[in-house]
Structures are given as C-alpha cells and as structure tokens.
C-alpha cells in the first residue's frame, strides 16, 4: 500500500480520501547544522518520522515543507528562510487544500523548533474552521530517553544528539570528520529574565552549540525508534477520534 500522497494516482487519491480524514504533514528548515550535518537535517529528520510512521499506521504522509523560520542562522552559508508570516500562510493553505478533500486532522511533524510559534499559531486557527491540527516534535518525544543516552552539552542544536539522528538515517551525508566541540559563549547582554534578538553566531562560530564529536549511530537508532512509536501512538489515537471532539466548542 502507497503511504506517500505524491507517489499515489489521483483515483488512489480518491479513495484514500473517502476512507480516511487524516494525514501526516512533516515541516522543517534548510538551515546550518555545523561542518558535519547537511544544511537540511530537520526536513530530513522530520520526513523520516512522517513517512516511517505512515508506514506502520496506514496513514498518509505528505512531502515534507523544507524552508522554515531560521533566519538566525542566516550568517552560515545555505540557510534559506522564510519570514513567520509566509511559513504560515504556505502551511494554511496547503492545509486548506487537504480540508478540500474532507481532511480534518493534520499530523504536523516538526523538525525545527524556530517554526513552533507559527504552527501554533495556525493550528489554533483552524481548529476554529473545523480543522484539528497536532503538533509533533521529536526532541520533546524523546524527553525521557534524551537525557539518558546524552549529556547536557551534547544535546544543544547540531551537537552529538542531533548528529546522531543523522548518522542513523542517512550516514552518507555526515562527514564525522568534520565534527567539532564549541562551547556556547554567554552574550553579556543576557541577564536574568531577558531574552533578546540573537542570532546564531553570536554564541558560535562553528554553528554547534556544545558537543558533537561524540556522535554515535546505535545512539541515534534508540532515538528513532522511541519518536516513531510514540507518533504512532498519537497517529491511531487520532485516527479513531471523533472531529466533534476535537474542535473549538461553541460558546455555553
Ligand atoms: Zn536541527
């Protein structure tokens, strides 16, 4: 059975559509992830959960949205990013497009927590036109597990944690030779209570905050393993939902 929108006809379309008012939408940036990972680590994260998981749970996944809200990192080179606004708006109406064809639950997988507020942002919206949209990110999955197989400063953005998710899924695109350990600095402006406009480089000038040398891919498999099983979890809770329990309730 076809599990990914893109590769079914319309007819199979169709039929899918009939059956099922749910899908799996992964989301994520291209953005830098240190010398060692591809500029794409959290769309190709977050495509993998989608598509594993509608492999085990019949649910379809659709092809994941790449650019996402990471102008932050914009100094390292290859980091394309697109304003909240526009994430958002893409987001809504591909998700208008899904309501066409009598979809009422979204799955978003998120690979990139800059486009968290956004998602949130939309997902409150649309539950206020029928549409009930779930927010999935890996990290916050893995809560219990992460700290087990990581120490503190190998879980920060590009470091060992995430490196590791890469080696596991596609190798062939993480050069470990390149891999390096940066202490995130403190900005002196960073007082108790403040939180100001910073960008990436201004902690780090290899875009690794923390440990990443210390990668490994069993690590990185154990991780995968526990995000899919608890999105497949949360896919069949929903799947057997009712769409009246899940949107805004009327005023009492
Ligand atoms: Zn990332």
Redesign the pocket.
Known sequence: MKVRLHEMSWVEAKEYFTMNDIVILPVG?N?Q?GPQNPLG??HLIAKAIAEETAKRTGIVSLQVVPFGVSSHHKQFWGTIFVSPRTFKDYVKDVCLALEYYNVRKIVIVN??GGNLAALTELAMELREKGIFISIFQWWTAARKILPELFKPEERG??AAE?TSVNLALHPYIVDMDKAVDEEPRKHFAKTEGITVPLDTLDYTSSGVFGKSTTASTEKGKKVFEAVVTELVKHVNLLKSAKIEDLIRKPKV
Do not use: K, V, Y
């Open positions: 940036s953005e992830h680590t959290d690979g990139h953005h590009a995430e």
